[in-house]
């Protein structure tokens, strides 16, 4: 398919390549044009054809065809808003807006009226798998314009492959909704595991740690993918040492507990884990915990997010 690109951060310029490499043709903008450069160096001369970049979001708009379909992966917040609303003027009746960010489910259903209004389909599609989904494939979890929906799967198809997946969870801000609520649970388990290994760092027995993560590995009831994250994290340094417990949050599991609360659901272990991420930005005792180092290690390997080196 042939489709315009916003955003080249960690995700987006994953996204990118994973569809160059299946055959899609992308035209690009991005705010800065460093990453497009970077990108670009690293495309084959095949993928190379199939891609172009413009200098401005009009531009973008403009060098699309036939009906367009515009996928936006910019950061929830301003970004996504300014990109949002300057595409309400530049598309027509049919077009296809994706917000494939980690964007407000409730921004997502006033995105979806908004575009619906001018006979634009929206979808808003959460996307999970963290830096290493280009390669295992990206769990996609859509919602918005059914229609629309339909029309993209070749582009779900190449962006799940080998072991992702997607689908279609209704209308408006769904598929947020679901990733929403997802990356809350993201919260608690890692919480959970970086309890639990602050616990064996402090046990009476002199335990190797990244053993342990190795032996969890093993078809036990907790092996995961956030388990094999804290292998990786412990092959590269058994104690952490080199890292402070200093965990950012990005606001989804405020939004799940916002929901719950709304919904009279008790969230007790997502809304525990968020207060603990808080308080590791200004608590030295809980930012020197192993639990909470265990915590941004996890960050750092799925999603390259940054830790605070000591």
Do not use: C
Request: hydrophobic share 40%; proline share 3%; net charge neutral.
């Amino acid at each position: 398919m042939k489709l315009g690109f916003v955003g080249l951060g960690k995700m987006g310029g994953r996204i990118v390549r994973k569809l160059l490499a299946d055959g899609h043709e992308l035209t690009v903008w991005n705010r800065s044009p460093q990453p497009i450069e970077e990108l670009y160096k690293q495309l084959s001369s095949d993928e190379k054809k199939q891609f172009k970049s413009v200098e401005t979001l009009g531009e973008l708009a403009h060098a699309l065809h036939g009906k367009r379909i515009i996928w936006s992966m910019l950061p929830a917040g301003s970004a996504t808003e300014e990109v949002m609303q300057a595409l309400l003027t530049f598309l027509d009746k049919e077009d296809i807006v994706i917000d494939g960010g980690n964007a407000n489910w409730e921004d997502s259903e006033r995105r979806a009226k908004a575009f619906s209004e001018k006979h634009i389909r929206f979808l808003g599609i959460g996307v999970s798998g963290g830096i290493l989904a280009a390669e295992n494939g990206f769990p996609l979890m859509v919602g918005g314009d059914k229609s629309a929906y339909k029309e993209i799967e070749p582009i779900l198809k190449s962006l799940s492959k080998p072991h992702g997946g997607y689908d279609y969870f209704g209308t408006g801000g769904a598929g947020h909704f679901v990733k929403m609520v997802h990356n809350g649970i993201e919260y608690g388990m890692m919480q959970a595991i970086g309890e639990g290994f602050g616990v064996l760092e402090k046990a009476p027995f002199t335990f190797e740690l990244d053993k342990i993560a190795h032996i969890w590995q093993k078809e036990t009831i907790i092996s995961s993918f956030l388990i094999d994250r804290a292998a990786d994290a412990l092959d590269k340094n058994a104690t952490l040492s080199d890292i402070a417990g200093e965990i950012d949050e990005s606001g989804e599991a405020q939004w799940t507990i916002d929901a719950a609360k709304k919904e009279k659901v008790p969230v007790t272990v997502i809304e525990d884990s968020l207060v603990f991420r808080q308080k590791s930005q200004k608590d030295a005792t809980i930012k020197n915990s192993f639990a909470a180092k265990m915590v941004a290690a996890l960050r750092r390997e799925f999603g390259g997010h940054k830790v605070t080196k000591k």
